[in-house]
Structures are given as C-alpha cells and as structure tokens.
C-alpha cells in the first residue's frame, strides 16, 4: 500500500502523526501532513500503523492507494 494525504482537506489536526510518526510527519513549516510513502510502497510491517493513521483523520484526508 501507498498513503497519500490530500492537501485540500487536511485540517493539520496531527492526529496520524500522533499514531503513526513512522508513516506520517509534518511539513516543513507545520501547516499540514505529509505521507513518507507517497511514491513507495510502505514497509509490510509498518502497514497496519499507516492503516490506523488513517483511520484516525477526522476528515478522511488520508487514502490508501
Ligand atoms: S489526521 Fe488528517 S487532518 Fe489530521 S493531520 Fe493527519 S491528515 Fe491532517
């Protein structure tokens, strides 16, 4: 799996970072999230977390492709 946070929606709540840091961090200036595994499939062992940082958006931001 691939996670891909959309710009548009993310509201920089920091809930994923909080669940999952390996997956998702912030951006430089802190404004919204990014995903460490846009372009690269995540890791097997680090899929349930980036699942469970998904799950945690309050604005269903967060897609799984
Ligand atoms: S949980 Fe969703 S809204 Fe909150 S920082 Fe992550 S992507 Fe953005």
């Known amino acids: 799996m691939r ?9 920089a709540c920091g809930n994923c ?3 999952c840091p ?3 961090e912030w951006n430089d200036d802190e ?6 595994y ?4 995540v890791p097997e062992d680090l899929e ?3 699942r469970e940082g998904l799950e945690s958006c309050p604005v269903e931001a967060i897609t799984e492709e």
């Open 17 to 19: 970072i909080e669940t």
């Open 38 to 41: 846009v372009n690269e499939d």
């Open 48 to 50: 349930e977390c980036a």
């Open 22 to 24: 390996e997956v998702y």
């Open 31 to 36: 404004s919204l999230a990014i995903s460490k």
């Open 3 to 11: 996670a891909k946070v959309d710009d548009d929606l993310c509201i």
